[in-house]
């Protein structure tokens, strides 16, 4: 069997831990060395024999910051071994029925015991089950499932229908099926390992440690920093880790074969085209920079999260920099009865407070810089409150923020059906309609 050693110069985040011999193992068989032996029953993780190791502590007498900076100069399963001899039996591998398979794939090459759990949400694609089996005769372990509540899922599908997401986003849904269970499953937990990397969404995942204190959600012990997330693949490309997956011979999710990259539950989730940014394939319906569950929205950097919380608080308008032209009610009906436009004109009916509004406003002032040369007029109208019952019944308002295309030498409006809401999109949009700009 070739020696694992000769695929390591390929993968420069890849190297073994000094103590760790690498003469017996091959990208197949190691998992069965290493682990458990593929011919015994297997069991579920916690009752494997997981031996009691020595953690670090009290969170507060570790410099995070310091230990971050030094993780981020090592590979994956050098984090994971530390990971493994701080928090041992009370560390756990959140895995979602994706390419995060690659964690149990490092783990298994650490040699020590470790666990995995998984959120069930009852809406998951065949194919994302069939890896869990696949996974779990693989590597020789059990998965720890964690379900949501029985209740709270029988209200939401009886109140709000199968598909109330699509109106309401997808934060209500998630918290009900995803959060909630995850929050329980935690509190067993002092640490937890996910598959997180810089390089999956636009925005929210640009900032993400190796290490860290949990900024959302609490562990074991209770309070405020009494849990730690491990992140080691934050440095690692997508190429990179499927690169590894397919060395190794891991079991992946038949739906990455089908162009599926980012995989969650089956209504919100579909193959993405080449070149598209993986996290398109997830929430569609949203726009690209508020696509995140609520699992790992501590991602946000203090500064966002200080400018979110204050345009909440204090209802602070938006598309204020010159470049888009408010119009109140009367300017926007004028607009809408025109018989035949004279101009071309982009709006958006928005309100401040909406976080799919604030998160378009930088690309919705960047098209009106870019567009605005070239006779596209941009304007804007807030159609909360009194004006939101007037703007659904005049000028298809189902949501914020809604964009409305009036062309010129046409009358009425093309409503953006999609929510690709960046520069490039819009541009595309608008040339589609009136002709090249």
Known sequence: SKSIAAFLP???????????????????????SLVTSRGAAPKRAQSRGVSTRATAGKNAAIDFEALDATMQQQTVVQIL???????????????????DVALIQYAALTGKPFRVF????????????QLFDDVEKHFGIKIEFTFPDEQQVT???????????????HKECCGVRKVKPLRKKLRTLKAWVTGQRKDQSPGTRAAVPAIQVDPVFEGKEGGAGSLVKFN???????????????????PVNKLHGMGYVSIGCAPCTRA???????????????????????????????EERL????????????????????????GMDALLREKTHAETTLAVLYAPWCPFCQAMQGSFLTSAASLAPKGVNFVKFRADGDEKEWAKENASLNSFPTILLFPKGRSGYVKL???????????????????KL
């Open 10 to 32: 390929r993968w420069p985040f890849f190297r073994f831990p000094a103590s760790m011999s690498m003469s017996v193992l091959s990208p197949v068989s190691c998992v069965a």
């Open 417 to 435: 059906p999609s929510e690709r809401r960046d520069p490039e999109s819009l541009e595309i949009f608008v040339s589609s309609i009136v002709g």
């Open 307 to 330: 400018t979110q919380d204050a345009r909440e608080a204090t209802d602070a308008d938006i598309f204020v920099d010159g470049s888009v032209l408010a119009l109140d009610r009367s």
């Open 155 to 169: 209200d939401l599908v009886n109140e709000k229908g199968m598909f109330s997401f699509l109106q309401d986003g």
């Open 118 to 129: 998984s959120l069930d949400t009852g809406r998951l694609n065949p194919e994302t089950y």
């Open 81 to 99: 071994d530390q990971a493994l001899d701080m928090y041992g039996e009370d560390l756990a591998i959140a895995f979602s029925g994706a390419e």
């Open 232 to 250: 080691p693949l934050t440095n690692a490309s997508s190429q990179e880790v499927w690169d590894f997956l397919r060395v190794m011979g891991t």
């Open 272 to 302: 993405v085209l080449p070149g598209q940014q993986e996290r398109e394939g997830r929430w569609w319906w949203e726009d690209s920079a508020s696509k995140e569950c609520g699992l790992h929205s501590g991602n946000m950097t203090e």
